[in-house]
């Protein structure tokens, strides 16, 4: 058997306070005089404001420039060590801004940490804020010539897509990949809206979309990739492992990514979402290096980078197992 973290990949799905090291988490919860949050509940369904407020327990951790710096490095240690060659760290400088005086020192901190890495920074606004709020954001994003993506996070019940137009029209006219959540609570059409009215090339999650043939052949067709993140689907009730059909979806054409989301809550890096894949799913080495050829494929790498892991997939294929 191929030993999945040696085969090349991106993580294309990855926030910030998601990727801290848990280990970092009871370091730095300790130097703000804080407790350690709980673990998210496994094996139980529960609300998005449950899993939310855990998140924003672990993100009240992160309190200045040199936490956000230490944080990023790390994450990208691991990721390497994971196996990538490429990753996207998903951040939303919303509630860093008071505390470093601005949305551009978060920005720029974050820039150099990532900086001669091979590491992308996705500036995020969040669904629950305005249409507004998310411009603002895009404007700072847009005046950066090395931040690679724009994206919406948290619940999409909570925001009107055609609200954030504006903001994904100023970041995609700045060159910036748009690459919102979508398609998590809501049903396949909120998928179809944020390739049409956010001009998204890559869907978080996405995980309705699968389910509807439709939209499977319209994001085929508009080549519009997911970033599925396996163990981010059961803590809600969304989706099984089982029922994702990654398969499915590579055979109509669509560029799926497999990727890690939070694995600071969810305790699973992206080797082990393609574990589940192999594991669960039942999918071949050759449909887990298919995978892996559109994570890095889809992803804002530099040519040479995507070159030297398309190849490196190869030879991770065409070893023996
Ligand atoms: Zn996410």
């Not at 393609?274 to 530099?302: F, Q």
């Amino acid at each position: 058997m191929r030993d999945l973290r040696e085969l090349p990949k991106a993580n294309l799905h990855l926030h910030l306070t998601g990727g801290m090291r848990h280990a970092t988490l009871v370091e730095l919860t300790a130097v703000h005089g804080m407790t350690v949050p709980p673990p998210l509940p496994m094996g139980e369904v529960q609300p998005w404001e449950a899993f939310q407020a855990r998140y924003d327990a672990r993100r009240a951790a992160i309190r200045g420039a040199e936490d956000i710096h230490r944080v990023i490095t790390e994450s990208i240690e691991d990721n390497l060590a994971d196996g990538c060659t490429w990753l996207e760290i998903q951040v939303d400088p919303t509630s860093y801004a008071p505390l470093l005086g601005g949305y551009e020192p978060v920005v720029e901190v974050a820039l150099d940490a990532m900086a001669g890495r091979p590491c992308g920074l996705i500036i995020a606004s969040s669904w629950a804020r305005s249409g507004a709020h998310a411009t603002a954001l895009a404007k700072v994003a847009a005046r950066y010539t090395n931040v690679a993506g724009f994206g919406l996070s948290n619940d999409e019940r909570r925001g009107d897509v055609a609200d954030f137009a504006e903001a994904f029209r100023i970041a995609t006219d700045a060159g910036l990949i748009s690459v919102p959540h979508a398609g998590f609570f809501e049903e396949a059409w909120h998928v179809r809206a944020c390739v049409d009215t956010l001009n998204a090339r890559r869907i978080g999650h996405g995980i309705t979309a699968m389910r509807d043939r439709d939209t499977v052949a319209y994001l085929a067709e508009k080549q519009v990739a997911l970033e599925v993140c396996p163990t981010s689907y059961p803590p809600f009730g969304v989706a099984s492992y089982e029922s994702l059909p990654i398969r499915d979806l590579l055979d109509a054409g669509v560029p799926v990514a497999l990727a890690s989301d939070d694995p600071l809550l969810f305790g699973a890096d992206v080797t082990a979402q393609y574990t589940i894949a192999r594991d669960v799913i039942g999918l071949s080495d050759i449909e887990l290096a298919a995978v892996a050829k559109h994570s890095i494929a889809v992803s804002t790498a530099p040519e040479d980078v995507k070159q030297r892991t398309a190849d490196a997939i190869a030879t991770w294929c065409a070893a023996v197992p």
